[in-house]
């Protein structure tokens, strides 16, 4: 990651917080359109957050459009991930988004279906690589709520892949509890494993959503709970997993932000090691929220 961004008219993005946020305007609630998705990602409304803005992500099934969307564009111009429903159909995914000049290809993120025997994923994700002739890019997979949960862990522990936790969405039942929550966190960190978050991530710190009166989990609280778990991870597994269930719990933004704060650089990037980025389809909200607790600084009027 780079140094601080200079320029005044964007916001001041300390080195622990560059590019955590990726850009999924195209998915609820955002729904945007492709048009305008890129529109604002690649030189309109977000590029004041630049520096904490994470690569562009759209479903495999959107890359036609894509290539018609963005074939006046320079070559490169757009970086960019995709979604792919099944590790069967990643290689093709991969293969297309390549042959699209403006696309700089990020990674890829891939769900689970029942079939997918979890020892067999990374050998099916592997293939895939192969058969686009991408080499080496990141892979998240998108680790199932249930039961299969250790042993996609453990395959991903083994492999050159990572995961992905569903922390929320457009229904009340897509919200894991504190107590699911911190499982996986100490399911990765205790592994060794990188992960990304999706879903219900909008804003800063845990909240009752006034709209909906989902739960929703804080990105805050959840770095904050990752820097608990790489820090404890050598003591008591129970006790650790409360620490984090209450980390996760906080609704003091002021309390929260103080503590992210006060961590030392250094360990701060650590974290940035485990939790790599979340999706938000609105990055103007994160940010105020990090703006109004004192993580962020705003661009000069």
Known sequence: MSEHVADPRTYMIPPHLERLCDDTALFPPGDLT????????IDGSWASHRAFLGPLIAPADRLDELAALTADLPRDALWFALTAPSPDVLGDALRQALTIPAVWLAGAEVALTDDVTP???????????DEAGVGTTEIYV??????????VLDALADS???????????????HPGEEELADAILGAVTRHLPFKATGGLHRAIRHTDPATGFERH????????????RQGVDTDRGGLREHLVEILADRDGAEVGRRIRALEASRAMVVRASFTSFGSSDVK?????????????????
């Open 34 to 41: 492709l048009e305008a998705a890129l529109a604002a990602h």
């Open 119 to 129: 020892r067999h994923l990374p050998r099916l994700l592997a293939t895939a690589l």
């Open 142 to 151: 998108e680790v199932p709520r249930d039961e299969r949960r250790p042993d």
């Open 160 to 174: 050159d892949f990572d995961a992905k936790f569903r922390t929320g969405g457009v229904h009340a039942e897509l």
């Open 218 to 229: 804080g990105f805050c609280n959840l770095f904050l709970a990752v820097d608990a778990a």
């Open 285 to 301: 909200a994160p940010l105020a929220d990090l703006v109004a607790l004192g993580l962020v600084d705003a661009p000069t009027p």
